[in-house]
């Protein structure tokens, strides 16, 4: 029997809570589900007002994967949604997810959470722009946390402040809060930093997606700052081989990062880190600290 649990008030069905998604550390999905609950605060923080899309693994990262925006069958009529339109269907809907019930909800079906940088309602008016630094192998994170401090650098030129989170993957994202600007212009201007930081550091950048280029470089992807584009909110546990978590990370970490295990962090780490640190990334939440492009 399926167990049932009260969240706020809202009756949630847990399923198959022994079940081992992650056969490398032998995590449970019952163990997925804590660390959600004990990272609610700072997840929400991060989801709240953005239409969610998902990326579901529900037999773990070694098996079916798929991509989902439209709000999943059976979905409860208590989940909000917000109207996302998209070319192909202009009344499509995506869940948002603001409160510790559907955040539950949503993590029963074993996801990632991908965000836009734009908030439902106002959707292409970005509020944070996002560099995605993914290394081309042998370059590892290690190479992205050089080509990160040269772009805080520059970004602090702009009057801009860069906050730094783990991908979850192999590399490093870099956020700013912006004042609502349109992504047209975000991811303008994101592409003129990324050819600035090619143009500064030839041997170690790449502002070009091309797979030829990419080996030992690090491609600074300023893409997801189109407006149809999400990245792995904060937070989120990632599909891989462990349950590596995309965590924010303090700039002494960024500059001390010697080894891509430096900056690898599973569920098991988040909350001591969050305990320390608070959540590194609460900046980003408060209009107070946004800038605008130069």
């Known amino acids: 029997m399926t167990p049932i649990t009260e969240v706020e008030g809202r009756r949630i069905a847990l399923s198959n809570l022994d ?31 953005r239409p969610v899309s998902f ?12 991509f989902t925006k439209n709000p999943p069958p059976g979905t409860p009529a208590w989940v909000k949604t917000a109207e ?17 019930a559907t955040l539950m909800w949503a993590a029963n079906l074993v996801v990632e959470f991908h965000t836009p940088q734009w908030r439902a309602g106002a959707p292409a008016l970005a509020d944070r722009l996002v560099l995605d630094l993914d290394p081309g192998e042998p370059a590892s994170v290690v190479e992205c946390c050089a080509v ?39 991811s303008a201007y994101a592409k003129t930093l990324a050819k600035e930081a090619e143009a500064a550091l030839p041997g170690l950048v790449t ?34 081989e462990r349950p590596t978590v ?9 500059e001390a990062c010697a080894v891509p295990g430096d900056l ?17 990334l609460a900046p980003l939440a408060d209009p107070d600290a946004a800038g605008r492009l130069p």
């Open 19 to 49: 079940k081992v998604l992650y056969p490398a550390t032998g995590t449970t999905k019952g163990e997925l589900l804590h660390y959600y609950a004990s990272v609610s605060g700072p997840l929400l923080a991060h989801l709240d007002g």
């Open 207 to 240: 502002h070009k997606m091309a797979k030829a280029l990419r080996p030992g470089k690090v491609f600074v992807d300023f893409s997801q700052n189109a407006a149809a584009k999400t990245t792995a909110t904060p937070y989120t546990v990632r599909a891989k």
């Open 246 to 254: 995309s965590a924010p990370v303090s700039w002494a970490e960024v």
């Open 148 to 186: 990160a401090r040269w772009l805080r650098e520059r970004l602090a030129a702009d009057g801009l402040a860069a906050y730094a989170k783990t991908s979850g993957a192999k590399g490093l994202h870099l956020l700013a809060a912006l004042d609502p600007t349109p992504s047209e212009q975000v």
């Open 55 to 66: 990326l579901r693994f529900p037999d773990g990262p070694g098996g079916q994967r798929f």
């Open 84 to 100: 996302v339109p998209r070319s192909e269907d202009k009344a499509a809907r995506q869940v948002v997810v603001s409160d510790l």
């Open 264 to 280: 690898t962090f599973l569920i098991s780490d988040i909350g001591p880190r969050l305990d320390r640190d608070g959540d590194l």
